[in-house]
C-alpha cells in the first residue's frame, strides 16, 4: 500500500529517533551542574518529546489512518485549550459541539481521499445561524468569529498535513506521501527549537516583546539558516524536488528549491508561534495546559503548524500542477 512508509521513510525515522537519542544524552549530561528546577522541567521536556516521537512513528507506521487519528486526537485538544482559556467552552457550549463535530467530518472525508472544499463555508453559515437561533444576541459576532477562528487555526489549518496524502504520487518520489509529512514536521520542529536555542544563546533584540518576549532577530535569523539548510537536505530526499522535479524557473535548481521553502517554512512557523502567544496573552495565560510535562499544552506544541503546514501543502501542489 502506497500510504505505508518505504524504506527511506523507516530510514529517515530511524535517524530521527538516533538525532533524538544522541540530544538526550547531552542534555542529560549539560543538566547535571543546572539549577535543581531547571532541570527538572527540562527532564521532563525530554521525556514528552520521546513520547510525542514514538506517538509519531507509531501514526506513521499504520499509513493514511494512523496519521489521520494522530492528527484529529490533537486537534480536539487544541481547540478544547483554546475554548477553556478564552472562555468558548462556557459562552457557546453547542458551537463548541459543532466545532468537534466539523473536525471529525474534515478528518475522515481527508482519510477516505475526499476533500470538502465547501466544509469552510458550511462551518461558518452553521456556526453563524445556530448562535443567532439562539436568541442570544451578546457577543454574537465575538463568539461566532472566536469559534470560526479557532476552527480554522487548530483544525482546518492544521489539517494540511493530512492533505499531502490526498497529493499526485509524481510529488513523492520514493518516499511516499508519509515522507512529504515527515519533512513537514522535522523541518517545522527543527525551526523552533533552532529559534528557541539560538535566541537563548545570543538573542538581544526583541522582536514583539509585548507579544512574546523571548523572541530575539537573531532567534529568527538562526531558525531560518537552520530550516534551510535542512530543507536543502530533507527535500530531496523526502520527496519528489530531485531529479525527477518538474521544469523550474530558470536558475532556480531542486537544492535552492528546497532552501527557499524551507526559509519560507520558518518564516511561517515563526508568526504560527507569536499568533497562538497573541491568544495567550489575551487570555492571560502562560501555557495551554500542563498536558505535555515541560512543554504546556497542545497548542503551545502545535503552535508553528497551523502556518507551516498550508504552506508546505501548497509549495507541493504547485510543484506537481507545473
Known sequence: ??????????????????????????????????????????????????????????????????????????????????????????????GTAVVYGGTV??????ASGCDFGWLPVAMLLILGALKAASGKTQNYLRTVAGLFWGWTVFAYAPLHALRLYLLPERVFGVAGPSGALLCLLILTVSNDIGQ?????????????PTV?????????????????????VLLPILTALGPTTPPLPSGITPSLLGALLGSLLAVS???????????????????GSRLLPGQGGVIDRIDSLPFTAPVFYYSLRWLGER
Open 212 to 232: 512574546s518576549p523571548r523572541k530575539t532577530w537573531e532567534g529568527f535569523l538562526g531558525g531560518i539558516v537552520v530550516t534551510a539548510l535542512l530543507g536543502l
Open 1 to 94: 500500500m502506497p500510504d505505508l512508509p518505504t524504506p527511506r521513510v523507516i530510514a529517515t525515522v530511524a535517524a530521527m529517533l538516533g538525532g533524538l537519542a544522541l540530544g538526550s544524552v547531552m542534555r542529560l549530561v549539560a543538566l547535571r551542574s543546572a539549577e535543581p528546577d531547571v532541570a527538572a522541567r527540562r527532564r521532563a521536556s525530554l521525556k514528552t518529546w520521546w513520547l510525542l516521537a514514538l506517538l509519531l512513528t507509531l501514526a506513521i507506521g499504520f499509513g493514511r489512518i494512523g496519521v489521520a487519528l494522530l492528527l484529529l486526537f490533537a486537534c480536539v485538544l487544541a481547540f478544547r485549550e483554546y475554548a477553556r482559556i478564552t472562555g468558548l467552552d462556557r459562552s457557546d457550549r453547542p
Open 105 to 110: 467530518v474534515h478528518v475522515a472525508q481527508l
Open 269 to 287: 512557523g515563526f508568526f504560527g508561534d507569536i499568533n497562538v502567544s497573541a491568544i495567550k496573552r489575551e487570555a492571560g495565560v502562560k501555557d
Open 196 to 208: 528557541a536555542l539560538i535566541g537563548r544563546r545570543i538573542g538581544r533584540r526583541r522582536i514583539a
